[in-house]
């Protein structure tokens, strides 16, 4: 049986509710979920599922949607249409017990910094009902999980980027819940603290069967997850494991800097009969064999090619395919390179 619970039937949601001990019984369940702001649509019939104890990575670049959707799964928001299905619950229907099942990480800390680890933890506790000798033990046990048990005592504010997102893991985790969500968790994070993070998270996953939904928009973390969706403009335009997704791309990416790339194109297209893609300017073709195949193309168009690059084919090349244009446009890259510099400070 598949949920969402029906928000209508009680025994349907106790129902789920036991189904949910079930490790068989998808973590995540998406249902036609559309979200519209006025006249925009964030969210076109988004339906997947997220299976127990997997990373499962939502990919997409700014303004796709992936906000939207994660406000819809932590119960900030309600949906305009569509169904959110979390560990048997409803999301829009039965909030509060999604809200028992899931521990969520946003984008902006949430530990008070002037409080120490140990104390953000606690009143944590305290909110989900955990008190006294019990809740001592369950904060020691997840400060020492996350590598923080030397500093337990100390105000958040001392510590660094890495160790505050750690805290608020802990923090997140603290009432075991079955399903975490984490928003973009990685960001401003140097890689050394990305690197350990990932390390919790598949300790998580391996030993605690925690289900994880991670929001990314960097193709090196999405390639790290078990499976994942990749979100444009609200739809969802690929769905499997990062494998399968790239395995359809074919052997071979190749991208031709022309002098006059349209011309290029169709003497390529008469000349070999494929007819290249022209993409942010530079021709682009999904071919196996591809570094003999760029030796004839430089031979058989002398002073056409500028330079000519071939590479496995990668995230952002099933984005391609899916949406016909690349990941970031050159505005959004130019933003994300001053997001980056002001985060590493450089
Ligand atoms: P992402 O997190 O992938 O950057 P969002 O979910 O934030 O995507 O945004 C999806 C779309 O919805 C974008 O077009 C964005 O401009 C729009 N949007 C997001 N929040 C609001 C809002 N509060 N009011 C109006 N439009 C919004």
């Given at each position: 049986?598949?949920?969402?619970?029906?928000?209508?039937?009680?025994?349907?949601?106790?129902?789920?509710?036991?189904?949910?001990?079930?490790?068989?019984?998808?973590?995540?369940?998406?249902?036609?979920?559309?979200?519209?702001?006025?006249?925009?649509?964030?969210?076109?019939?988004?339906?997947?599922?997220?299976?127990?104890?997997?990373?499962?990575?939502?990919?997409?670049?700014?303004?796709?949607?992936?906000?939207?959707?994660?406000?819809?799964?932590?119960?900030?928001?309600?949906?305009?249409?569509g169904s959110a299905?979390?560990?048997?619950?409803?999301?829009?229907?039965?909030?509060?017990?999604?809200?028992?099942?899931?521990?969520?990480?946003?984008?902006?800390?949430?530990?008070?910094?002037?409080?120490?680890?140990?104390?953000?933890?606690?009143?944590?506790?305290?909110?989900?009902?955990?008190?006294?000798?019990?809740?001592?033990?369950?904060?020691?046990?997840?400060?020492?999980?996350?590598?923080?048990?030397?500093?337990?005592?100390?105000?958040?504010?001392?510590?660094?980027?890495?160790?505050?997102?750690r805290a608020e893991?802990?923090?997140?985790?603290?009432?075991?819940?079955?399903?975490?969500?984490?928003?973009?968790?990685?960001?401003?994070?140097?890689?050394?603290?990305?690197?350990?993070?990932?390390?919790?998270?598949?300790?998580?996953?391996?030993?605690?069967?925690?289900?994880?939904?991670?929001?990314?928009?960097?193709?090196?973390?999405?390639?790290?997850?078990?499976?994942?969706?990749?979100?444009?403009?609200?739809?969802?335009?690929?769905?499997?494991?990062?494998?399968?997704?790239?395995?359809?791309?074919?052997?071979?990416?190749?991208?031709?800097?022309?002098?006059?790339?349209?011309?290029?194109?169709?003497?390529?297209?008469?000349?070999?009969?494929?007819?290249?893609?022209?993409?942010?300017g530079k021709l682009?073709?999904?071919?196996?064999?591809?570094?003999?195949?760029?030796?004839?193309?430089?031979?058989?168009?002398?002073?056409?090619?500028?330079?000519?690059?071939?590479?496995?084919?990668?995230?952002?090349?099933?984005?391609?395919?899916?949406?016909?244009?690349?990941?970031?446009?050159?505005?959004?890259?130019?933003?994300?390179?001053?997001?980056?510099?002001?985060?590493?400070?450089?």
């Open positions: 049986m598949r949920v969402p619970a029906s928000p209508t039937n009680a025994n349907a949601v106790a129902d789920s509710a036991a189904l949910a001990a079930n490790d068989a019984l998808p973590a995540i369940i998406l249902s036609n979920l559309s979200h519209n702001y006025g006249d925009r649509t964030a969210l076109d019939q988004v339906s997947f599922e997220v299976r127990p104890a997997e990373i499962f990575g939502l990919l997409g670049p700014n303004g796709s949607g992936k906000t939207t959707l994660f406000r819809i799964l932590s119960t900030l928001m309600l949906p305009s249409s299905g979390i560990a048997g619950y409803d999301a829009a229907s039965n909030p509060k017990a999604v809200r028992r099942q899931i521990g969520v990480v946003f984008q902006s800390p949430s530990v008070d910094v002037k409080l120490t680890a140990a104390e953000n933890l606690n009143h944590q506790g305290h909110l989900y009902g955990l008190t006294g000798t019990a809740l001592e033990a369950r904060v020691k046990e997840m400060l020492a999980r996350v590598g923080l048990s030397d500093r337990a005592h100390e105000k958040v504010e001392t510590f660094s980027g890495g160790m505050q997102r893991l802990a923090k997140g985790l603290l009432h075991r819940p079955s399903v975490l969500l984490l928003d973009e968790p990685t960001t401003g994070l140097d890689p050394g603290a990305r690197i350990d993070l990932w390390q919790y998270l598949k300790v998580l996953r391996d030993e605690e069967h925690v289900s994880v939904l991670i929001t990314t928009h960097l193709m090196e973390e999405a390639e790290r997850c078990d499976r994942l969706a990749i979100l444009s403009l609200g739809k969802v335009v690929a769905l499997g494991t990062p494998a399968q997704l790239k395995s359809e791309v074919g052997d071979d990416v190749m991208l031709i800097d022309a002098a006059n790339p349209e011309s290029l194109a169709q003497q390529i297209e008469s000349r070999f009969g494929m007819k290249p893609a022209l993409i942010a682009r073709l999904e071919q196996s064999g591809g570094h003999r195949f760029a030796t004839q193309i430089v031979e058989a168009f002398p002073g056409e090619v500028i330079s000519i690059s071939v590479s496995k084919p990668t995230l952002e090349d099933v984005f391609i395919r899916r949406t016909g244009h690349r990941f970031w446009s050159d505005a959004q890259m130019a933003y994300s390179a001053v997001q980056s510099n002001q985060e590493t400070g450089s």
